[in-house]
């Protein structure tokens, strides 16, 4: 039967959450937020999780670490794979562990997905079912994976919609679910997908021409900083790194570079290009989240004026709690 893992766990709803697009400054914001709450940070981004992977993910110092405890960050090594599940159950265990201790938990990333299932809880479908998956896995090796593509679109025009027609494992399971349930995986998700009510999320905001200023200067900086070199340690590693961290913004580059596929120059600014995109992705994702608040950051604004915004706007007090207006604006009850 398909269930939903519950949105109720308390730890998550009583964590801050502090997230936008890549190089809006949440980082070193969170940082100075977490001392004005009493807080400890737990990472919100599908690579920092790896380790070894530094300086394309521009992870927290050591020295940062120090300063500011730091949670699900280098959790994996770079030939390991973790689901989204996983992750989430790695944050309720965190958050529980941050309480225990008299702290708060702030979670400080920007990857959608992670902070849609710590809000909404996670669909999971049926249970497989092995001969069927089979029977869809050799029909995919015999008419090709397009056709698979072309009969979900007919079944679940919604999902087939979403999905690259080139990812086989997610294609799969939607028939399969479609197949089991007698009803679309698309249909069943949106029963499900409702909003976290009276949660403090913040999504830190800039104006596109400074946001895309800062991504050019953090793509430099990533390359001056030795990205090439880290690439070439994890591709000699003991063993072959795990695709889905190798197809992170920067490495999936740099990974063309080694193989002779584009020069130095092209490889940063086709970086860069790549990550304007998925800043923009992730803006969209944002807006289409409703407990989310957007916060933006003053012109000539410092990490800790802005955490200073946000710990006043919090007001941080045990006995508050933080609703949202039909406008989207925050306010302490």
Excluded at 94 to 109: Q, T
Excluded at 134 to 142: F, H, M
Aim: glycine content about 6%; hydrophobic content about 40%; aromatic content about 6%.
């Amino acid at each position: 039967m398909a269930r939903l893992v519950s949105t109720s766990s308390a730890p998550l709803l009583r964590a801050t959450f502090l997230t936008g697009p890549t190089a809006c400054g949440k980082s070193h914001c969170g940082l100075s937020l977490a001392k004005r709450l009493g807080a400890e940070i737990v990472a919100m981004d599908s690579m920092t999780i790896y380790r070894g992977l530094d300086v394309g993910t521009a992870k927290p110092t050591s020295a940062e670490r120090a300063d500011v405890r730091h949670h699900l960050i280098d959790v994996l090594d770079p030939w390991e794979a973790a689901s989204v599940a996983d992750y989430r159950s790695w944050a309720i265990t965190a958050c529980e562990d941050i309480e225990a201790r008299g702290k708060r938990a702030l979670f400080v990333g920007g990857t959608p997905l992670y902070l849609k299932v710590l809000l909404r809880g996670l669909f999971e479908g049926p249970a497989a079912d092995s001969a069927l998956r089979s029977s869809l896995e050799a029909e995919a090796d015999r008419l090709g994976l397009e056709a698979l593509h072309t009969r979900l679109s007919e079944i679940d025009p919604v999902s087939a919609q979403r999905l690259h027609p080139h990812d086989r494992r997610r294609i799969i399971r939607a028939i399969e679910v479609q197949t089991l349930t007698g009803r679309p995986l698309s249909e069943l998700q949106n029963e499900h997908d409702r909003p976290a009510q009276k949660v403090a999320v913040f999504a830190l905001s800039r104006p596109r021409a400074e946001l895309h200023r800062r991504i050019d200067a953090r793509a430099a900086e990533m390359f001056q900083r030795g990205l090439v070199d880290e690439v070439r340690t994890l591709l000699a590693g003991p063993r072959p790194p795990h695709p889905v961290p190798m197809q992170g913004i920067g490495y999936r580059e740099v990974i063309d570079y080694l193989k002779g596929l584009a020069t130095l120059d092209e490889t940063i600014e086709r970086t860069r290009a790549r990550t304007r995109q998925f800043a923009k992705r992730q803006e969209t994702w944002f807006r289409g989240l409703a407990e989310v608040c957007s916060f933006a950051v003053l012109d000539d604004e410092g990490p800790d004026a802005t955490a200073d915004r946000l710990a006043s706007q919090l007001g941080f007090r045990s006995d508050q709690a933080l609703t949202f207006d039909v406008e989207g604006s925050a306010a302490l009850k």
